[in-house]
T-cell receptor, first 114, second 110 residues
Framework: EAQVTQNPRYLITVTGKKLTVTCSQNMNHEYMSWYRQDPGLGLRQIYYSMNVEVTDKGDVPEGYKVSRKEKRNFPLILESPSPNQTSLYFC?????????????FGPGTRLTVT | AQSVTQPDIHITVSEGASLELRCNYSYGATPYLFWYVQSPGQGLQLLLKYFSGDTLVQGIKGFEAEFKRSQSSFNLRKPSVHWSDAAEYFCAVYDYKLSFGAGTTVTVRA
């Protein structure tokens, strides 16, 4: 089954404790992206990647890191999480940057930072 | 920069009644427009998209949307709502990246 998976689905952590949210897709997609969803703000893009080893900042990149060492994986790293990063996070992928308007979304990761 | 406004934060509709969700966009050229749905605990799923041509587009799950350039709108409609349509709906515009509206939560009452 074609899908985007994220782990963990739920995470509660404390301020400053480094964490990684994994994202994997099995569709051989070139383009991958991370979003955060906050009430009243919709989805905002954090980082995106057009292909392996090619990443770039989205609209709200501060406090986040990403890497793209393999085509299928695109982890999101919070080196020192803070309470304002409490949010619902989505990973998404699309066939290529040219088709980045049609994205397949993972189920989401709900992160709480206390 | 492109942007999308969804004026309604929350809509409640009775099962079997019609539904219309509003979306207004700001974009200089002909926009690529989308509607996504997020069911509880799920990721976003593409309902329909508009690139050009016929201004009335059909999507999945019985949804349709109409593009009106004069009103800068792309409203989503469904003639008869089912309880499973309770979800959050996002309108989005594409200009080398997707920009989403704030979303409209739909509650369906029996």
């Amino acid at each position: 089954e074609a899908q985007v998976t994220q782990n963990p689905r739920y995470l509660i952590t404390v301020t400053g404790k480094k964490l990684t949210v994994t994202c994997s897709q099995n569709m051989n997609h070139e383009y991958m992206s991370w979003y955060r969803q906050d009430p009243g703000l919709g989805l905002r893009q954090i980082y995106y990647s057009m292909n392996v080893e090619v990443t770039d900042k989205g609209d709200v990149p501060e406090g986040y890191k990403v890497s793209r060492k393999e085509k299928r994986n695109f982890p999101l790293i919070l080196e020192s999480p803070s309470p304002n990063q409490t949010s619902l996070y989505f990973c998404a992928s699309s066939l290529s940057p040219t088709y980045s308007y049609e994205q397949y979304f993972g189920p989401g990761t709900r992160l709480t930072v206390t | 920069a492109q942007s999308v406004t969804q004026p309604d934060i929350h809509i409640t509709v009775s099962e079997g009644a019609s539904l219309e969700l509003r979306c207004n966009y700001s974009y200089g050229a002909t926009p690529y427009l989308f509607w996504y749905v997020q069911s509880p605990g799920q990721g976003l799923q593409l309902l329909l998209k508009y690139f050009s041509g016929d201004t009335l587009v059909q999507g999945i799950k019985g949804f349709e949307a109409e593009f009106k350039r004069s009103q800068s709108s792309f409203n989503l409609r469904k003639p008869s709502v089912h309880w499973s349509d309770a979800a959050e709906y996002f309108c989005a515009v594409y200009d080398y990246k997707l920009s989403f509206g704030a979303g409209t939560t739909v509650t369906v009452r029996a």
